[in-house]
Each structure stands twice: as C-alpha cells, then as structure tokens.
C-alpha cells in the first residue's frame, strides 16, 4: 500500500477516499479516529488515504485533477490604520450597533463546491450571516445530500445525519460533544427505533450495541478500543443475559 494524499481533516480524506472510489480505485484511510475537538488532528498526525501500490500512480493523477479544480483561498482585505482619538468612545458604540444590525438581519445564505463539474453541488454550505450553521455532502453525485452537519455558535459540529446505504434517508444520528463524536444511533428499517448504537469517549468508539427491535434486549455488545474490535458478548436467546464472550485478534478474527 502507497500514501496518496494527507490531510489534516478527517473530512477532507474522506471527500479524497470518495472520489477515488467514483474513479473505480479501492482505497483505505489510516488516522481516521485521532481527530480532536475542532475536526483537526494533533499536530504531527495526519488522515492518510491509501491505496495499492500498482494504482498508486493512477490515484496520484485523479486527486491532481481534483485539487485543481479547487478554489484558490481568498486574500483577507487589508486593514486600514487611522487615529480616532476625541471619538473613540462614540466611533465604538456606533460600529457596535451597526454590527449587531447587520447580524440579525443577514439573510440565510449558501455557498458550495462542484467537484465533478456537473452543475450540482456535492458540498454546500449554509451561513446565518458569516456563521456556518450546516454543511451538506452529497457522496455518491447523485444530486440529493447523504451527510449533513450542523454547527453551533463556536463553530463546532454539534449534529451530523447520515446516509450510508443512499436510500435518501439519513438513518444514522451522531450527537457530538466539542464537536466529537459521543454517541451515533442508527435505525436501520425506518421504524423510528435504533437497533445500533455506538458511544464514544474523546471522539473514539469505546462500545457498540445491537439491540432488538422487538424485545428491545441488548442480544451483542461490542467493546473497541482504538476504534477496533476486541471483543463481544452474545445474548441469543434475548433474555438479558449474554451467554457467549469472544475476543478478536488484530485482523478482527475470532481467537481460538
């Protein structure tokens, strides 16, 4: 396996991991779990996308073609220096009134990436003002959006709704806390139920359940550490009690 692209969101790899897969190359991101509260990682660790070495050459040329379609980040303008002294005072409440105003009275407004240059947005932005309150990826170009975000007023991701299978229902809902995963809830057949449920500790899956839609009875409990599976308790008779543990090796296979 090769590297082909790094990056310091976890978000960026997968919109890299994404386009990959449209161009028919399998790919797999290492790094995915070590992001922190903002969506960044720590400093020295990065999301690397990888892929075998024999298209690794090919997976170089699409994201190549990809970053140049990518817009250029607009230059901050410049500050203008002046000396207000008699009016400081004055001159601060104004411009803290106007503000305000303009705050509460921006309309809604979105901005959005086309990557496939088909005329659809597969990333689009919604600001209130200049605060970005939700974010919609639309994964597969399909024009319909399979992962929304919503920020609160630090800027921190406090909602996401996926879409995993397409189906154009978000069946999973992730609930963050300083913008990191805490606990992920899936209803897979649309009864308004979560048969699966994941926790998380420091944006890390710790625990993930799979409970019964009918007797509501927890029949696997699986515990990770690092993000990956290590072992499994097994309630099949669905009567609360877990008749069966397994632990799993590294490769994720049961050990003798």
Not at 4 to 25: N, P
Not at 212 to 237: E, M
Request: negative net charge.
């Amino acid at each position: 396996m090769e590297t082909v692209f790094e990056a310091s969101l976890a978000l960026e790899a997968h919109l890299v991991r994404d386009l990959l897969e449209r161009a028919g190359i399998p790919s797999h991101m290492e790094g995915e779990y070590l992001q922190g509260a903002a969506g960044e990682l720590p400093l020295g660790n990065l999301v690397r996308v990888r892929v075998t070495s024999e298209r690794a050459a090919e997976a170089r040329e699409v994201i190549a073609e990809w970053e140049k379609k990518q817009p250029a980040d607009p230059q901050p303008p410049a500050r203008k220096k002046g000396s207000w002294a008699p009016y400081t005072f004055f001159l601060g409440c104004f411009l803290g009134l106007f503000a305000a105003w303009i705050h509460y009275n921006t309309p809604i407004s979105e901005r959005g990436v086309d990557y496939d240059g088909d005329g659809t947005l597969d990333e689009r932005y919604v600001y209130d003002g200049e605060r970005l309150v939700a974010q919609d990826l639309d994964r597969n170009s399909d024009g319909r959006a399979d992962v929304r975000y919503e920020y609160d007023s630090h800027g921190l991701v406090k909602e996401a709704f996926i879409d995993d299978d397409f189906d154009q229902r978000f069946e999973t809902h992730q609930q963050m806390v300083r913008g990191q995963p805490h606990i992920s809830e899936s209803d897979l057949d649309g009864d308004g139920f979560a048969e699966i449920v994941y926790r998380y500790r420091n944006g890390v899956a710790t625990e993930g359940e799979f409970i019964s839609p009918k007797s509501r009875a927890v029949l696997k409990r699986s515990h990770l550490r690092g993000g990956w599976l290590v072992a499994a308790d097994f309630d099949a008779d669905g009567d609360a009690k877990f008749e069966r543990h397994v632990e799993y090796d590294e490769m994720g296979d049961p050990k003798p």
